[in-house]
């Protein structure tokens, strides 16, 4: 039960409560920042240090108010402004707590966590949505980014690497709003993949050796499928003697090479002047001798810009794209090449898709909450205008689910050979005869439809 709570029950009203806690909150955290800003912000001592001076600082501050506190209630009060002023406040514990994959704030008075791709609410809140904007601009100043009304959302990460996005007033309409996605500390490798029922044994076998093979491939899924995990463990997979330029709008890549340059993009300052955009890298990446270069997400016109890198000896590039399908994730491609603003035919766009890319891998994340790759399809030459497109993994979905709720199914070898085996062997890469072995698929189920 929270402190104002405990309080209101003990004849106190409600409003009168949660003010005066709130007003003392508020004095003692402001009067921690005065008294210590450029040790918080310079960050000049270790973090234990830091935490006990912060702790001595706030015991004293409490001893001048005149709030009369028992034990137990000023260390809730303690424990909640040093989480402040060192953590990240009222979500500090889900940020630590492995098992919470993603934070969702909606607002001071709501806070959604996921865990095991299930969203469930807690009774953690914020004062109100001061408290909030507070954290948030602390977050993205950490960062060297800004949020106000002129730029009212803004991307960031934590120092751990989680992906941070905050929208604020006059946008968030009972906001600020705050997403935070968590990085793994520890990088999910392709075993676990496997284990996770994400991936099949052979499917994985097959991925190797394509990345090896310096094929182009697409990661392609739904927002949350698990687009940059993946791309991240492909990315295991290039040689260690190689050198690889990655670019991202924020930095969530984990490549475990040596010879790796990550390089992120800007927004404008408050000038409106100095952004760098993901297509500005791309074209400055190729001339950095690359041996691949890996895009965290392609987005807009710098989808043509990668299309000309992998055409012209770039080979066994990679990205992520947003989209639903296979097909979904071409059309794309093919709608953000068109907004590089050249007026390129589209029968022209679609022959450099064509040689460009290889293999698109595609997620869905299921309603029993796992992620799964769905498809893995060969990307084939144009018959007339179209792209021919074949797969050569799929997910059997007709299996159905167990009695938990969770698919039973696997990612399975259609049979079908890609064409690309020749290429393959040409770099030292063979694949063995029974990766391709068909598995019969179930007939569909109507309690395993997509």
């Keep these: 039960m929270s402190l104002a709570k405990r309080l209101a029950q003990n004849g106190a009203g409600d409003e009168r409560v949660e003010s005066r806690i709130s007003e003392v909150r508020q004095r003692v955290h402001q009067q921690l920042i005065d008294d210590l800003g450029p040790v918080l912000f310079e960050r000049t001592v270790g973090d234990a240090e830091l935490e006990r001076t912060v702790r001595t600082k706030l015991q004293a501050a409490l001893t001048k108010e005149k709030v009369a506190l028992s034990s137990r209630d000023k260390a809730e009060l303690v424990t909640s402004v040093s989480d402040d002023i060192l953590g990240y406040g009222p979500i500090d514990k889900f940020l630590a707590d492995a098992t919470v994959t993603e934070v969702m704030v909606n607002g001071p008075d709501q806070v959604f966590v996921e865990r095991d791709g299930k969203l469930e609410r807690v009774s953690e809140r914020f004062v109100d949505a001061g408290h909030l904007r507070q954290l948030i601009d602390k977050i993205v100043s950490q960062a060297g980014r800004r949020v ?57 076998t097959f991925l190797e050796a394509c990345v090896k093979g310096r094929l182009n491939i697409v990661v392609s899924g739904g927002t949350g499928s698990g687009k940059t995990t993946t791309l991240n463990v492909l990315s295991d997979f290039i040689p260690t003697d190689e050198r690889i330029v990655t670019i991202e709008d924020a930095k969530e890549l984990q490549l475990r090479q040596e010879h790796v340059l990550n390089l992120e993009s800007r927004p404008a300052n408050i000038e409106g002047k100095g952004s760098v955009s993901i297509r500005d890298l791309v074209r400055n990446a190729l001339r950095m001798r ?48 068109m907004m ?31 992620r799964r790759v769905t498809h893995i399809t060969e990307v084939q030459q144009m018959e007339g205008d179209v792209i021919t497109l074949q797969d050569v993994f799929l997910f059997d979905f007709g299996m159905g689910v167990d009695a938990t709720g969770r698919y039973r199914g696997h990612l399975k070898s259609t049979g079908i050979r890609p064409s690309f085996n020749e290429r393959l062997s040409d770099m030292g890469v063979s694949l063995k005869a029974e990766l391709f072995e068909v598995e019969s698929f179930a007939r569909r189920r109507s309690v395993g439809r997509r």
């Design 148 to 204: 106000d009304e002129a730029t009212p959302m803004v991307d960031a990460r934590l120092p751990d690497g989680s992906r941070v996005n905050a929208v604020v007033s006059p946008l968030a309409v009972g906001g600020p709003f705050l997403t935070i996605r968590k990085f793994a500390e520890d990088p999910l490798g392709v075993d676990d993949l496997v284990s996770f029922g994400t991936l099949s044994r052979p499917a994985a």
């Design 340 to 370: 590089a603003g050249f007026d390129l035919p589209i029968r022209a766009i679609r022959e450099q898709m064509s040689s460009a890319l290889d293999l698109v891998v595609h997620l869905g994340r299921l309603r029993d909450g796992t």
């Design 290 to 337: 690359p041996d691949r270069i890996v895009i965290g997400e392609c987005r807009a016109g710098e989808a043509l810009d990668m299309l000309q890198a992998m055409n012209t000896g770039h080979d066994g590039s990679l990205t992520t794209i947003h989209a639903n399908t296979p097909r979904d994730a071409l059309a794309r491609i093919e709608t953000m090449t």
